[in-house]
C-alpha cells in the first residue's frame, strides 16, 4: 500500500507562486508516474502535470510555461512549482501515483490519491 501526503496549498493573489509537495509512503516495488490533479467546484478531477520515474514530464496546455513538475526518486517526494497563479487555477489538488505492488509472486500496478490541498488565487 501507498500513502500520499501533501502539503503547501493555500491562498494567494494573482501573480503569485505556490509550490505544492507529496511524500509517498509505504510498501511498494517502484513508484511509475507521479503528478497532481486538480478539481475546482462542479468540474471533473484533471491532470495537471505528471512526470515519469525517468523523469519525462507532461502538462496541461493551461499550466504550460508557468508550472513546473520535479520528483525525488531517492526520496519518493514530488513537488509542483506553481508561478503566475490565475484565479482560474483554484481547485483542490490531488497528488497522485502509479505504483508497483507485488503482492506475492505477481508485480501490480495500482493507483493511489492524496487527500487533496486546497490552492485559492483570489485578489
Known amino acids: 500500500q501507498v500513502h500520499l501526503v501533501e502539503s503547501g496549498g493555500g491562498s494567494v493573489q494573482p501573480g503569485g507562486s505556490l509550490t505544492l509537495s507529496c511524500a509517498a509512503s509505504?510498501?511498494?516495488?517502484?513508484?511509475?508516474?507521479m503528478g497532481w490533479y486538480r478539481q475546482a467546484p462542479g468540474k471533473q478531477r484533471a491532470l495537471v502535470a505528471q512526470i515519469t520515474s525517468g523523469t519525462s514530464t507532461n502538462y496541461a496546455d493551461s499550466v504550460k510555461g508557468r508550472f513546473f513538475i520535479s520528483r525525488d526518486n531517492a526520496k519518493n517526494t514530488v513537488t509542483l512549482q506553481m508561478n503566475s497563479l490565475k484565479t482560474e487555477d483554484t481547485a483542490v489538488y490531488y497528488c497522485?501515483?502509479?505504483?508497483?505492488?507485488?503482492?506475492?509472486?505477481?508485480?501490480?500496478?495500482?493507483?493511489?490519491w492524496g487527500q487533496g490541498t486546497q490552492v485559492t488565487v483570489s485578489s
Open positions: 509505504g510498501s511498494f516495488f517502484n513508484l511509475n508516474a
Open positions: 497522485h501515483t502509479e505504483a508497483a505492488i507485488q503482492q506475492g509472486d505477481m508485480i501490480h500496478t495500482l493507483d493511489y
